[in-house]
């Protein structure tokens, strides 16, 4: 089993900045990637951001330029600093682990965007 532990959300006015962690632990032996999804009330979950164990790294166009995925290999965490940030940011953020064979999830953290 894998666990995965997810902090930083929150509110934050329109421009505003937030950093996201996701801590791994448990069996992640061959953890290849971690990605972050999102999901807005009323919307499908979306692929946010990905990083590979390599560093290679891909974005959802509607946050490129404003969003960095990045990882600490030895804490196996990822990290997701989010900058500039707009009202349709807001949604729940979900960290995952790809393992071979399955995923593994997140309880998720809320971030708002709000005035």
């Known amino acids: 089993q894998v666990q995965l532990v997810e902090s930083g959300g929150g509110l934050v006015q329109p421009g505003g900045s937030l950093r996201l962690s996701c801590a791994a632990s448990?069996?992640?032996?061959?953890?290849?990637?971690m990605s972050w999804y999102r999901q807005a009330p009323g919307k499908q979950r979306e692929l946010v951001t990905t990083?590979?164990?390599?560093?290679?790294?891909a974005y959802a166009d509607s946050v490129k330029g404003r969003f960095t995925i990045s990882r600490d290999n030895a804490k196996n965490t990822a990290y997701l600093q989010m900058n500039s940030l707009k009202f349709e940011d807001t949604a729940v953020y979900y960290c995952?682990?790809?393992?071979?064979?399955?995923?593994?999830w997140g309880q998720g953290t809320q971030v708002t965007v709000s005035s």
């Open positions: 990083i590979t164990r390599g560093g290679n790294t």
């Open positions: 995952t682990a790809i393992l071979p064979g399955r995923s593994y």
């Open positions: 448990g069996n992640i032996f061959g953890m290849t990637a």
